[in-house]
Structure formats: C-alpha cells, structure tokens
C-alpha cells in the first residue's frame, strides 16, 4: 500500500544488552573464535612451510657438503673403472646410499614435503639410484635382507611416477650410464670451491688476523 514502510530486518524486541542479548553476545563469540581459528591455522602453515624449506635446505647443503662430494667423487671414478666388486669404495657407497635413505624414509614418513623433494631433488636421487642399483642389490644378498635401502628404491620409484603423471621427461638408464665423466667434471669444480672457501689464502688478511690463528687449508 502507498505510504507503506517495509522494514527489512526487524528489530524490534532485539536487545544487544542485558536480558535476551544472548544471542548477540553467542554470536560474536562464535566470530571471534572463527577468526582466532583462521589466524592459528594460517600460522600453523607458515610454520611448516618455513620448517618444510629449512630441511629441504639443508638437505640440499648435506648433498652438496665437501664430504659427500668426495664420496660421489669416488664412486663416479669406481663406475668409470668398470664398478668392479673387488675395488668398489664400500664406504663412500654406503654413505651415498645411506643419504637417499635417510631421505627417503623422511618423506614416507610424512616429515618431508615429497613434492619439494621432487622439485628440488628428483633428478639426483633417480640418477644416483641408476648407478648404484648394481651395487645395492648385490648388499641385499650379501646380507640376505631385500629391505637394504628399501626405502631409497621407494623414493627413486615414487618420483619416476610423479614424472609421468606430471608429465616431464624423467631421467633414464642410458643418461645415468652416459654422464659419469661429466659428473666427475662438476663434482672436482664443486670440490675445488669448497676447498678454497676454507683456505686462509682466500679471506683479507683482517679477517685470518681477526681468528687469531691461521685457518686449517
């Protein structure tokens, strides 16, 4: 009718106070705590996103480490020899396998993002689980145990699927078997580095004067 107002949200009878205002007050609650929520889970994430990238970061530093180079160093030179079992470095071997374990039990366990190690480690860990196969089933029936370094298997295996459902060109045997004199190249530059980065002849003279004593080369 003309003249007519049309109230859209009835207040009448509302109180936001005293009496009958609980359901204000319930509501508000109900706000405050949804959004406490939100701003707990989205810290929550932050905080494992920053954990998830400090360990793929340091596991980028361990693989890349001065000792594991010269572990890798010795087993491209043992591939390029033949890879005979009688000269096979056991210990630098053993060591590399040991890395991809430890690694790959990490993210099968939920500890790792699986999908950065893929990003930043896949290619690695399938092209070390080429050149070591040979030698790592041998360990397991030397040992009489198929679970020696089950889970580095598991994760070469596991990153060679999601290449395929992604849709990248994964690393294959032939490129593994074709590149150990080029491995050996970046492995002694990347050796040459870390030795110099260490070596007193590299730093001003403050800085070795400031330690009080010559650094060891």
């Not at 994430?45 to 980028?60: G, K």
């Not at 005979?84 to 790959?104: F, H, Q, V």
């Not at 290619?123 to 089950?150: M, Q």
């Amino acid at each position: 009718m003309e003249g007519r107002v049309v109230h859209l949200i009835n207040t009448d009878g509302l109180a936001l106070i005293g009496p009958g205002s609980e359901w204000f007050w319930a509501a508000v609650s109900g706000l405050i705590l949804t959004v406490t929520f939100l701003a707990i889970y989205r810290q929550l994430r932050l905080a494992r996103d920053a954990e998830a990238s400090q360990l793929v970061d340091h596991s980028m530093a361990e693989w890349t480490s001065e000792r594991m180079i010269r572990y890798r160093l010795d087993a491209a030179r043992w591939i390029i020899a033949g890879g005979l079992p009688a000269t096979r470095p056991t210990g630098s071997l053993n060591m590399i396998a040991n890395y991809w374990e430890k690694l790959a039990t990490l993210s099968r366990r939920g500890h790792l993002d699986m999908v950065l190690v893929w990003d930043y480690l896949g290619n690695e860990c399938v092209l070390t689980w080429y050149r070591l196969e040979t030698y790592i089933k041998a360990s397991r029936e030397d040992f009489g145990d198929p679970r020696v370094w089950e889970h580095f298997e598991w994760l070469a295996g596991w990153i060679l699927d999601r290449d395929r459902r992604s849709g990248v060109a994964s690393i294959t045997r032939d490129q593994a078997a074709a590149s150990p004199e080029q491995l050996i190249g970046v492995l002694e530059e990347i050796l040459r580095v870390e030795v110099a980065l260490r070596s007193p002849e590299t730093l001003p003279a403050s800085a070795v004067q400031s330690y009080g004593r010559r650094l060891p080369a």
